[in-house]
């Protein structure tokens, strides 16, 4: 384990540093004691022995500053802490969580599957294969079935997103909707953002499978492998790219 985590000075010694930093110059050491829950003293003595590391630099009477050197170490050890966090909810916790598939064919509890993803939803086959799980439930084909122990990567390859731009109604342009009927005839979701953006599909028989949180909804299905084609005000669009970027979401906007 890492000594962040196995050490208790050291750990003690990491909530400490992040108190500092979080409070400084300012630092009241009474109240870095209630909030790692050690006593006043021992605060004292860990940040005199920060000083002496170079982690920390005193510049008055209670003010203080983490270093660039306390800085660095500050970011290493939370690194390190995300990385065992990512270790136990991804390899540990991932392995004995349930979850839910649509069973292809009749499947036993206790029976291997394999796991595939198709139109976003996750799917689950007796037998081996790339990814694999273990049946929690008996399931006819069709039917949910719970599946745990899960192993391997599921081949999958991430949707993409199409922006369609589309006036706003104080707007004397007209939608693109012969360029908007191309692409949704392709798409396996359709989204609007706004009501011009719904108003243009229906122009084109389209309804839109959803008409609010589209950026979210979008970057949701491509990342489950769906092509998506959102039709967005122009006064929305920024909005529909922000949650696409935070999702790290491939995206064009036309």
Same mark, same amino acid.
């Given at each position: 384990?890492?000594?962040?985590?196995?050490?208790?000075?050291?750990?003690?010694?990491?909530?400490?540093?992040?108190?500092?930093?979080?409070?400084?110059?300012?630092?009241?050491?009474?109240?870095?004691?209630?909030?790692?829950?050690?006593?006043?003293?021992?605060?004292?003595?860990?940040?005199?022995?920060?000083?002496?590391?170079?982690?920390?630099?005193?510049?008055?009477?209670?003010?203080?500053?983490?270093?660039?050197?306390?800085?660095?170490?500050?970011?290493?050890?939370?690194?390190?802490?995300?990385?065992?966090?990512?270790?136990?909810?991804?390899?540990?916790?991932?392995?004995?969580?349930?979850?839910?598939?649509?069973?292809?064919?009749?499947?036993?509890?206790?029976?291997?599957?394999?796991?595939?993803?198709?139109?976003?939803?996750?799917? #689950?086959?007796?037998?081996?294969? *790339?990814?694999?799980? $273990? @049946? /929690? %439930? !008996? +399931?006819?084909?069709?039917?949910?079935?719970?599946?745990?122990?899960?192993?391997?990567?599921?081949?999958?390859?991430?949707?993409?997103?199409?922006?369609?731009?589309?006036?706003?109604?104080?707007?004397?342009?007209?939608?693109?909707?012969?360029?908007?009927?191309?692409?949704?005839?392709?798409?396996?979701?359709?989204?609007?953002?706004?009501?011009?953006?719904?108003?243009?599909?229906?122009?084109?028989?389209?309804?839109?499978?959803?008409?609010?949180?589209?950026?979210?909804?979008?970057?949701? #299905?491509?990342?489950?492998?769906? *092509?998506?084609?959102? $039709? @967005? /005000? %122009? !006064? +929305?669009?920024?909005?529909?790219?922000?949650?696409?970027?935070?999702?790290?979401?491939?995206?064009?906007?036309?």
């Amino acid at each position: 384990m890492i000594d962040v985590l196995d050490n208790k000075r050291t750990a003690t010694r990491f909530r400490i540093l992040v108190e500092i930093a979080e409070r400084q110059p300012a630092v009241s050491q009474g109240e870095i004691a209630d909030a790692v829950g050690v006593t006043s003293q021992a605060v004292s003595e860990y940040i005199r022995e920060l000083v002496e590391d170079g982690f920390v630099e005193k510049e008055g009477r209670s003010r203080y500053r983490v270093t660039n050197e306390g800085v660095d170490w500050l970011f290493s050890a939370a690194t390190d802490v995300r990385r065992f966090a990512d270790h136990v909810t991804e390899d540990v916790l991932g392995s004995v969580q349930e979850d839910a598939a649509i069973a292809l064919k009749p499947v036993n509890e206790g029976q291997t599957v394999t796991l595939s993803i198709a139109d976003g939803l996750l799917q #689950a086959r007796p037998g081996d294969g *790339e990814a694999t799980g $273990v @049946a /929690t %439930t !008996d +399931a006819e084909a069709g039917e949910v079935v719970g599946v745990t122990g899960f192993e391997g990567v599921i081949d999958l390859e991430p949707g993409e997103v199409t922006i369609l731009q589309v006036p706003p109604i104080r707007s004397d342009e007209t939608p693109p909707l012969d360029s908007i009927r191309d692409a949704v005839e392709t798409a396996d979701l359709v989204a609007a953002a706004g009501v011009e953006a719904v108003g243009a599909l229906r122009a084109i028989d389209c309804e839109p499978a959803i008409h609010f949180a589209a950026g979210a909804v979008a970057a949701d #299905a491509a990342s489950r492998g769906l *092509e998506v084609v959102v $039709v @967005a /005000t %122009t !006064d +929305a669009v920024g909005r529909v790219t922000d949650a696409l970027r935070d999702s790290d979401v491939s995206y064009a906007v036309t």
